[in-house]
């Protein structure tokens, strides 16, 4: 009974069986008050209770320790079988999915079991049809790992409050769709950092390490989320409605996890590492990666009219001149990263738009809230460059 209580730092918690719509349970630590365990046990039985100096995370699925150093590990272990067996359904199910690319996936789940602590790429899953697998493909993979996994919406990531996936270790949204360029950066920033902020509501933030791994679904299999061509982070999988039926066939995938985590375990790992994702851009290239790279560039375009369209609304002029510095800080504040290449393709390749063949004198328009007057006021601010102009009929006709 003793080892169902904790108390870390200075707060008490008991380790209760939750029980789950499928008859299972699922361990969770929940908060105890100290006055609730002397009622129901006594004083003495406080001394017994295991005491730690306070939580950390690391994650491990080979040789987990519940316990590291004088600290509780505040990752979940994995419940359940690992012995060698069939899978044929699952790897039926998983060709289906990733066809050629099956032997790469094998690999991926290999080194998020294996080797959890190394980056890996956003893998994203995608079909304008229904009922291809993509759902089916989440709760399989969090079947695996199980409360080490967290599925979200796309508004989650947009909250300041995450304290219930920052440290899990695959983070997965399902039907996605990245309206904004800021959602598709945190993304992109998350996949490769190291580091990540935890806040939960009325909760100081702190910063813990982070190894989150994004699983990604969307029905918009061009434009779910903007993808630069150079960028290497992200492997695009399009999926397919099954070509076949099988009877019993989520029973019999629940059967073979057994099987299939001996075998991601004890496989030998084929690609070797090429990069800080382990993969090449070569490796986990498809024809869907570039179908959502041309409709970013598209996406981006309207999103790059719209950014401007607002500063010249919101300064009440009809034409604005905007150096490609003054462009690039605009973009930045609206968390899109460009460079001024980026920039000049679309000012002039898309939008025909030449640069003045001099510097020249313009006015930079800021707006900005006076306190003493209690009003929004626009202010001119006099700056010397190559500017390009943008015309408001322009803009509104992009």
Request: aromatic share 12%; proline share 3%.
């Amino acid at each position: 009974m003793k080892n169902r209580y904790l108390r870390i730092q200075t707060n008490y918690y008991k380790i209760v069986d939750r029980p789950n719509l499928d008859g299972t349970t699922t361990q969770v630590l929940t908060k105890w008050q100290r006055k609730t365990i002397l009622e129901d046990h006594g004083k003495e039985f406080l001394k017994d209770i295991p005491k730690y100096d306070g939580f950390v995370t690391k994650p491990s699925h080979v040789n987990y320790q519940l316990e590291i150093g004088t600290h509780y590990n505040n990752y979940h272990k994995i419940e359940g079988d690992v012995k060698q067996g069939n899978f044929e359904t699952t790897e039926s199910f998983l060709k289906q999915i990733f066809k050629d690319q099956y032997p790469l996936f094998l690999d991926y789940l290999s080194l998020l079991w294996c080797k959890p602590l190394h980056i890996l790429p956003i893998l994203c899953l995608v079909s304008k049809e229904r009922e291809t697998g993509k759902t089916t493909f989440l709760n399989w993979i969090k079947s695996i790992f199980q409360q080490n996994m967290k599925i979200l919406r796309t508004e989650d990531l947009r909250s300041n409050f995450n304290s219930d996936w920052a440290d899990r270790l695959i983070i997965a949204i399902d039907e996605a769709k990245f309206a904004k360029p800021s959602d598709s950066e945190i993304i992109k920033n998350l996949s490769t950092a190291r580091h990540s902020n935890k806040e939960g509501k009325g909760k100081d933030r702190y910063e813990i390490p982070f190894f989150g791994k994004f699983i990604i679904t969307s029905n918009h299999n061009s434009d779910f989320v903007l993808i630069d061509p150079e960028e290497i982070r992200y492997w695009v999988v399009e999926l397919e409605k099954p070509t076949f039926k099988i009877a019993d066939f989520e029973e019999k995938l629940k059967a073979e996890l057994p099987a299939i985590k001996y075998y991601i375990q004890n496989r030998k790992i084929r690609t070797k590492p090429k990069g800080r994702m382990w993969f090449s851009k070569e490796d986990i290239h498809t024809e869907a990666l570039d179908r959502v790279v041309k409709g970013s560039n598209m996406s981006l375009e309207k999103e790059f009219a719209a950014i401007l369209l607002h500063k010249l609304e919101d300064v009440e002029v009809e034409e604005i001149k905007f150096t490609l510095t003054d462009i690039q800080d605009l973009l930045k504040e609206r968390f899109v990263t460009k460079t001024f290449t980026q920039i000049k393709q679309v000012i002039e390749n898309k939008w025909g738009l030449t640069v003045s063949s001099n510097s020249t004198s313009y006015s930079y328009y800021r707006k900005i809230f006076n306190e003493y007057r209690k009003e929004w006021e626009v202010i001119r601010e006099p700056r010397k460059g190559r500017v390009y102009t943008f015309h408001k009929e322009l803009l509104e006709r992009l």
